[in-house]
């Protein structure tokens, strides 16, 4: 019904910066809330960043101040700038969004692969 696409993780020195993106695509009517998770080797999946339809955004606290959220709702996409990354930045990164898709009525969940992110030396 909706795919989610995420690009730009890879590889990156500590204070370094890196953009993660993501397309939805689909038969899609309407997407509302949009978020990165970030799930660590053997630790839970963790909210990072969400950004509603009208762009109010919510951060975690571990990132806020370096990270930024963004959206463009014509082209269905959401970035995640990051930056001054740390080592505890490390992760695969997950996009989620609330889509409303035709013949429904109400917004269902939907899920990236993930992107990894390694910060290291």
């Known amino acids: 019904q909706v795919q989610l696409v995420e690009s730009g993780g890879g590889l990156v020195q500590p204070g370094g910066s890196l953009r993660l993106s993501c397309a939805a695509s689909?038969?899609?009517?309407?997407?509302?809330?949009m978020a990165w998770y970030r799930q660590a080797t053997g630790k839970e999946r963790e909210l990072v960043a969400s950004?509603?339809?009208?762009?109010?955004?919510n951060y975690a606290d571990s990132v806020k101040g370096r990270s930024t959220i963004s959206r463009d709702n014509a082209k269905n996409t959401v970035d995640l700038q990051m930056n001054s990354l740390k080592p505890e930045d490390t992760a695969v990164y997950y996009c989620?969004?609330?889509?409303?898709?035709?013949?429904?009525?109400?917004?269902?969940?939907?899920w990236g692969k993930g992107t990894l992110v390694t910060v290291s030396v």
């Open positions: 989620n969004a609330a889509a409303v898709v035709y013949g429904r009525f109400y917004p269902l969940d939907f």
């Open positions: 950004i509603t339809s009208d762009s109010s955004t």
């Open positions: 689909g038969r899609i009517f309407r997407v509302d809330d």
